[in-house]
């Protein structure tokens, strides 16, 4: 059985029960809940203990490949802006649309009231903005990464990662290969770890439904539609971009992109995809290999369109149905931390790292991290549209960066 087959079997199976106990006899449900809980709390903590070195790693990372990248010359810094203004540019649909969306809903207050049970985990932010812009940076950067402080954690390793960009071949080598090393061993921790989901998310989904009822099986369902939702728009905006600035109609935009969507549904992995977005690059849509070549294998690399889109949406979901209110500052907040770690986390498991990636952006907006694994079990359900999203954006930033450099209207040199 593969592991979203397992996670899901745990949902399931959490969902069915807790809903039984809370229509048959609510009173045994909450005394289950009390008994089950415990153990799912253990599973997240052994999860949330991955996240510090691991977030910290993936920035300090990314930042250095992106600055290998875009020294290789005028092209590849054409892709590296084109994936930072595109990444920013999804975050900020996510981020105005999400919580507009929700607002037409209305949520449950039993959810709220079986989400709120973990109200250690919110973080409430106090002091007003000048508080909150002195907290940007850290005055002891072991003491946020103790504290699990994740937005001055991030600025301490944004800081870091360029200020190796700026030391000697040889050192700078050195120390990105550590932080590496200790991202790969982070993750291999996660995939110990994942390997008790099933256990983990039944405890932690059996508590909630038991509490919560019907509430949180409907609660689920708007969260896997408003994801669905923000891919497709996603693709959809990605499409006239890519018709737009790319120079080409749309006939024959769609005419190599179809192609390729269609691998990533069935292969849901952007990296299994390359070969097909390279041969209908250049075949298809005429796009020379000096610039397909390089511009999707750093998109596969450095660029998933569809990482902030997620992370926004998952912490607006938790906010709506816990009925808290995200300013203006906590969702710009949210856009810029969700474009930093996205660029971070490209080609890591999907499910290996949904905490440790949702988790700064959930945490940094001052919401509770609690509801993510349940989350992360259901959004297996959408990850085909994601990898669609993901492979759309990879073509269109090929696209757009081939006409800049005079080859965007070039015709395919053979039907494929």
């Known amino acids: 059985m593969s592991q979203t087959a397992r996670v899901l079997t745990g ?24 008994i089950v809980e415990p153990f799912g709390k253990l599973w997240l903590n052994a999860l949330q203990m991955t996240v510090v070195p691991l977030v910290f790693a993936l920035v300090v990372v990314g930042i250095n490949q992106a600055s290998d990248a875009a020294h290789s010359g005028r092209v590849a810094r054409q892709a590296i802006i084109g994936f930072v203004i595109l990444l920013t540019a999804a975050a900020t649909m996510a981020a ?11 949520p449950d207050p039993a959810v709220a009231a079986a989400l709120r049970g973990h109200a250690e985990d919110i973080a409430a932010p106090s002091g007003g903005w000048a508080t909150a812009l002195t907290a940007l940076v850290p005055s002891n950067a072991i003491a946020a990464a103790a504290a699990s402080a994740m937005l001055p954690l991030v600025t ?7 200020a190796l960009t700026k030391l000697d071949a040889a050192p700078r080598a050195q120390v990105v290969g550590l932080l590496k090393a200790i991202s790969d061993a982070m993750i291999v921790i996660v995939h110990w770890v994942l390997w008790a989901a099933p256990v983990g998310i039944f405890a932690l989904v059996l ?31 990605l499409i006239v971009i890519a018709v737009t600035l790319g120079k080409g109609g749309l006939r024959h ?5 179809v192609p390729v969507q269609a691998v990533a549904a069935s292969t849901q992995s952007s990296l299994a995809t390359l070969p097909a977005m390279l041969d209908s690059a250049q075949n298809r849509l005429g796009i020379p ?22 992370y926004i949406a998952t912490a607006s979901f938790i906010a709506w149905a816990l009925g808290a209110t995200l300013t203006p500052a906590h969702l710009a907040t949210g856009v810029a931390l969700s474009v930093l770690v996205s660029m971070g986390s490209v080609g890591l498991p999907g499910q290996a790292i949904f905490l440790a990636t949702n988790l700064p952006v959930t945490s940094a907006m001052g919401l509770p991290i609690a509801p993510l694994p349940v989350l992360m079990a259901v959004d297996a359900i959408p990850d085909v549209l994601a990898t669609v999203g993901n492979v759309t954006g990879d073509m269109t930033a090929t696209a757009v960066v081939g006409a ?10 053979h039907a494929a």
């Open 404 to 413: 800049r450099n005079g080859d965007g209207a070039a015709e395919p040199t």
């Open 253 to 257: 935009f769609l005419g190599g992109l």
């Open 207 to 237: 508590a909630l439904t038991a509490r919560a009822g019907w509430g949180m099986l409907q609660a689920l369902g708007i969260y896997i539609l408003l994801e669905c939702a923000l891919y497709v728009l996603a693709v959809v905006l």
């Open 11 to 34: 949902l399931v199976a959490g969902i069915v029960f807790g809903i039984l106990l809370a229509w048959k006899s609510p009173e045994l449900g909450l005394q289950i809940a009390n």
């Open 96 to 106: 105005l649309l999400a919580p507009l969306a929700l607002s037409m809903l209305e």
């Open 289 to 310: 290999a000096r610039v397909s070549g390089l511009v999707l294998p750093m998109a596969v690399s450095l660029f998933r369109i569809t990482s902030p889109i997620q």
């Open 156 to 162: 301490f390793a944004l800081f870091f990662g360029f």
